[in-house]
Structures are given as structure tokens and as C-alpha cells.
């Protein structure tokens, strides 16, 4: 079935220390890749998109993802998190470009002071 | 420009009776999509509007349907509720062309069915 798969469920980390989460997808062909963040208390916001184009793209807040089409991957990266990263965040692919969002099961990021 | 609003944000029903869920879209929006969130199933697509038609639908029962208006506000209606239709349903929607379309995202309606 295709499926988005996010590998960790849960991840803790200091404030400075660097940030992956990774996504996968099972979908073919052309495809819109997200990534959204649930502060926690807040809405599902917008960190990133990717349609097409230059691979590695930036987002709010000094995130960026990266597509590798090869790999069907499209994970997310922070140099420096900030106690404020701590958030569920979810990726999400858009494949046949009307409005359905296929999402991963979420990743819990704590970020400890 | 303000945001996607959905009413009401909290509401607690009872096994069998039904509910209408309201969303406002971004001005200038025409696709509205509705989710369902929950712990164990996560975020899961409902069904997507576009000028008043349905142009996608998930994988839910036909208790589960959604209509939109022509200022592109939309409802969703679950009738006979289940306990397990308990979750925290999202309206989300759209702008762009059509291979490039990003959705936003409403606060949410938090259901309680007992």
C-alpha cells in the first residue's frame, strides 16, 4: 500500500545539538512533499514545501529538507535547536495534486534546556 | 489575510446523535479538505471540496459526509456517532495552481463522543 513512513517516533535532544528526521514515501511518480509542525497547544503549521526544482529547500524557523528522488526520501534538518523546536512534526506527501495529504505517523521532538 | 477558522472549537455529543462541524477557508481559497486526528490512527485524510463538488474522498463510512457552499465555506456531518469518532477533526485549505497547492490549517474541532 503506499504509505508515508516517519522512523522515530520520538526524539529528545539538547538545545545546540543538531536535528534529522526522516521521511519516506511509496508513492510514484511526481509528487508535493511537506513537512508541518503542531506546537504543542497550537494548529498544524507549515514549515516547508517542495514541488519542484533545486532539491534542498528552506523553511521558517532555519529548517530545511531535503528530496532525494532516488531514495524517496524527504528529511528534515535543524543545525541548532531551540527549546521553542519542541513540537510534533509531521511529513506529508501530496500525490496526485489535488487536495488529499497523505501524513506520517508524527514525530515527537523534545528539546531539553 | 485571516487565517482558516473552524466553530465550534470544543463539543461533547452522545453515542448516536449527529454533529455539523463549520469552516471558513482563506479568503480566495477554493478547495477545502477535512482530516481526522487521533492518537492511534494519527492524521487521516476525510474528503476534499472544490466549487461545491467533492473531488476526493478517504477511506471513512457514509456516516461521514461534508458539503461546501459557493463562498466556499464547508460543513462536515457524522450522524450516528461512535465513541471512537472521538478526535480532533481539522479543516484545511488551498490556494495555487492546481500541482502546486498548499494547504493551511484551521485550530481544529476537538469531538467528544461518551
Known amino acids: 500500500a503506499q504509505s508515508v513512513s516517519q522512523h522515530n517516533h520520538h526524539v529528545i535532544l539538547s538545545e545546540a545539538a543538531s536535528l534529522e528526521l526522516g521521511c519516506n514515501y511509496s508513492?510514484?511518480?511526481?509528487?508535493?512533499l511537506f513537512w508541518y509542525v503542531q506546537y504543542p497547544g497550537q494548529h498544524l503549521q507549515l514549515l516547508l514545501k517542495?514541488?519542484?526544482?533545486?532539491?534542498l529547500v528552506k523553511g521558517i524557523k532555519g529548517f530545511e529538507a531535503e528530496f532525494i528522488k532516488s531514495k524517496f526520501s524527504f528529511n528534515l534538518r535543524k543545525p541548532s535547536v531551540q527549546w521553542s523546536d519542541t513540537a510534533e512534526y509531521f511529513c506529508?506527501?501530496?500525490?496526485?495534486?489535488?487536495?488529499?495529504?497523505?501524513f506520517g505517523a508524527g514525530t515527537q521532538v523534545v528539546v531539553t534546556p | 489575510k485571516a487565517g482558516v477558522t473552524q466553530t465550534p472549537r470544543y463539543l461533547i455529543k452522545t453515542r448516536g446523535q449527529q454533529v455539523t462541524l463549520s469552516c471558513s477557508p482563506i479568503?480566495?481559497?477554493?478547495?477545502v479538505s477535512w482530516y481526522q486526528q487521533t492518537p492511534g490512527q494519527g492524521l487521516q485524510f476525510l474528503f476534499e471540496?472544490?466549487?461545491?463538488?467533492?473531488?476526493n474522498k478517504g477511506n471513512f463510512p457514509g456516516r461521514f459526509s461534508g458539503r461546501q457552499f459557493s463562498n466556499s465555506r464547508s460543513e462536515m456531518n457524522v450522524s450516528t456517532l461512535e465513541l471512537g469518532d472521538s478526535a480532533l477533526y481539522l479543516c484545511?485549505?488551498?490556494?495555487?495552481?492546481?500541482?502546486?497547492?498548499?494547504?493551511?490549517f484551521g485550530p481544529g474541532t476537538r469531538l467528544l463522543v461518551l
Open positions: 471540496y472544490f466549487s461545491e463538488t467533492q473531488r
Open positions: 517542495y514541488f519542484s526544482g533545486d532539491p
Open positions: 508513492y510514484g511518480g511526481t509528487v508535493n
Open positions: 479568503s480566495g481559497h477554493r478547495s
Open positions: 506529508a506527501v501530496n500525490p496526485d495534486s489535488w487536495g488529499k495529504l497523505q
Open positions: 484545511a485549505s488551498s490556494g495555487g495552481t492546481r500541482y502546486q497547492e498548499t494547504q493551511y
